[in-house]
C-alpha cells in the first residue's frame, strides 16, 4: 500500500492522523553521526540504513535529503528498498551511491541486482552457491558482501570457533578462485548487544579470526564493517571500512550503561545534539462528559472517578498508535497553550481517547502523539517495553507523511 498522501493532497487541514518529517533534522543527525565517527577516524564513511521505509520515514525523499548532504554508502534489507533508492536518485547521482542489502534475495532476481547496481550479501555456502548459478546463468557479474555470523545466529557464515573460523576463510578464498561471477567486496559481522552489554567484543574478536586469517593469505576483501549505532559509541577498533548508522540517523542515542566496557580514547557521542525527525499529529474529532462510575473503552477497563470531560482522537493501533502505549500522555494544542492529557481506556483500531478535564480543549485541536521532543520515543519505547526505533517503523502506510525543511 502506498503512503495515503500519494493518493490525497496531503495538507494538515484535511487530515485525521498525519506525521511530520524534518528532512533538515535528518540531514543534521547524519552530519552530527558522520562527524563524530570520521573525528575518530577520519576516513570511515557513515553508511546510512534506511531500510524499512526508512524506519517508517519514506525511503525516497530521505535518501533524496541524504544524498544531497555527501552520503555515498547505503544500506537496506531487500532488493525492493535499494531500488526505490535508486528510483530516488536518479536525477541526482551524479557520483555513484552504493547500496548493500544486508538481507535475503531470491536468485531469479540477479539481473535485477545487477541492473540496479546493488550490492549483496552472501550469508552461507548453499546460498552463494544457488545466487552464482543464477548470475553465470544471466551472465551478468554480481558486486558481493560476505556476512559472518560471529554470535547473532541469524545469518551469515560460521565463526564460533577457530576452527569454524578457518573454514569460513577457506570458503571465502574458494569463492574468489572459482566463482568468476562474484565481485567480492566486503566482509561485514553484525554486532548483538553494544547497547546492553559485553558481548559484543566477544564477536569483535570472532569476526578479526576471520579477517585476519584473510589478510595472512593475502585473500581479504577490501571493505570490512562491523559497527552499528551503538557500537560507535563504544568501540572506535571496530569503525574499519564503515559504521553503519540507522537509530542514529532517526534521532535515537542507543542507551549506552556506563557499567559496560568501552574503550578509553571513544569520545561521548554528542546525544544532545539529535534532532526527532517525526512527529505523529492527529486532532480531537469528539468530546463529551463521562459520569462517575462510567466505563470508557474495549474491556471497560478504565471508569471514571467522577465527570469527566473526554476528548476521542482519531488515531489507533491501524495507524501505529498501538494499544502498547495506553496510559502514556499526549500533548494537545489549544487556543489557550499546549497540555499534557492522559490517554484512558484501551487504544481502538481507528480511535484513542484522553481525559482533557479542565483544559481548553475544542473539536479540531491537533494533537502530538509523539516527536516533540528528541526524548519523546525512548520514553514512549520504555512504556510499551519497546525500542525506540520500532516506534516510527510501525507507523503504517494510511498515516501520510508530510515533508518538511528539505528539496
Not at 541492473?115 to 544457488?130: C, G, I, K, N, V
Not at 548459478?133 to 544471466?138: I, V, Y
Not at 474491556?299 to 467522577?306: K, P, Q, T, V
Not at 512504556?383 to 525543511?405: F, G
Request: net charge negative; hydrophobic share 40%; proline share 6%.
Amino acid at each position: 500500500m502506498k503512503h495515503i498522501d500519494e493518493i490525497l493532497p496531503a495538507t494538515v487541514e484535511n487530515r485525521r492522523v498525519w506525521a511530520h518529517i524534518d528532512l533538515d533534522a535528518l540531514v543534521h543527525n547524519y552530519l552530527v553521526s558522520k562527524k563524530y565517527i570520521q573525528d575518530q577516524s577520519p576516513d570511515t564513511p557513515a553508511v546510512a540504513v534506511i531500510k524499512a521505509d526508512a524506519y517508517g520515514h519514506g525511503i525516497g525523499p530521505c535518501a533524496r535529503a541524504l544524498y544531497q548532504a555527501g552520503c555515498r554508502h547505503f544500506a537496506v534489507a531487500c532488493a525492493e528498498e535499494g531500488i526505490a533508492i535508486r528510483y530516488a536518485l536518479a536525477d541526482l547521482a551524479r557520483e555513484r551511491a552504493e547500496i548493500l542489502i544486508l538481507g535475503y534475495t531470491s536468485p531469479a532476481h540477479v539481473a535485477l541486482l545487477h541492473r540496479f547496481d546493488m550490492t549483496q550479501t552472501l550469508y552461507s555456502p548453499d546460498y552463494a552457491s544457488e545466487l552464482h548459478a543464477a548470475a553465470r546463468a544471466a551472465g551478468v557479474r554480481l558486486n558481493v558482501h560476505v556476512k559472518v555470523d560471529t554470535g547473532m545466529h541469524r545469518i551469515g557464515f560460521p565463526a564460533f570457533t577457530p576452527a569454524e573460523a578457518e573454514a569460513t576463510a577457506d570458503a571465502i578464498c574458494t569463492m574468489q578462485d572459482t566463482c568468476d561471477a562474484f565481485c567480492i567486496e566486503g566482509l561485514f559481522t553484525h554486532l548483538s548487544d553494544a547497547d546492553s552489554g559485553n558481548f559484543c567484543y566477544e564477536q569483535w574478536q570472532r569476526y578479526l579470526a576471520v579477517k585476519q586469517e584473510l589478510e595472512a593469505r593475502g585473500k581479504c576483501p577490501p571493505v570490512c564493517h562491523a559497527c552499528n549505532s551503538p557500537g560507535c559509541m563504544r568501540y572506535p577498533e571496530t569503525y574499519l571500512g564503515g559504521v553503519r548508522v540507522g537509530a542514529l540517523l532517526f534521532g535515537v542515542a542507543p542507551a549506552i550503561s556506563p557499567h559496560l566496557d568501552r574503550n578509553p580514547h571513544c569520545n561521548l557521542f554528542p546525544a544532545e545534539q539529535l534532532r526527532p525527525v517525526m512527529r505523529l499529529q492527529t486532532r480531537v474529532i469528539h468530546t463529551h462528559t463521562v459520569k462517575a462510575g462510567e466505563p470508557i473503552g474495549y474491556g471497560a477497563l478504565y471508569r471514571a472517578d467522577c465527570d469527566r470531560t473526554v476528548a476521542t482522537l482519531s488515531a489507533g493501533y491501524a495507524d501505529g498508535w498501538l494499544r502498547a502505549y495506553a496510559d502514556t500522555k499526549v500533548t494537545v494544542h489549544t487556543k489557550e497553550g499546549d497540555f499534557a492529557a492522559p490517554l484512558i481506556g484501551r487504544i481502538c483500531m481507528d480511535l484513542c481517547m484522553v481525559d482533557v478535564t479542565d483544559l481548553p480543549c475544542r473539536p479540531g485541536d491537533i494533537v502530538t502523539l509523539f516527536g516533540n521532543d528528541v526524548q519523546s520515543l525512548a520514553s514512549l519505547a520504555r512504556h510499551a517495553h519497546s525500542i525506540a526505533y520500532e516506534i516510527p517503523c510501525l507507523v503504517t502506510a494510511r498515516v501520510p507523511r508530510i515533508y518538511h525543511n528539505h528539496e
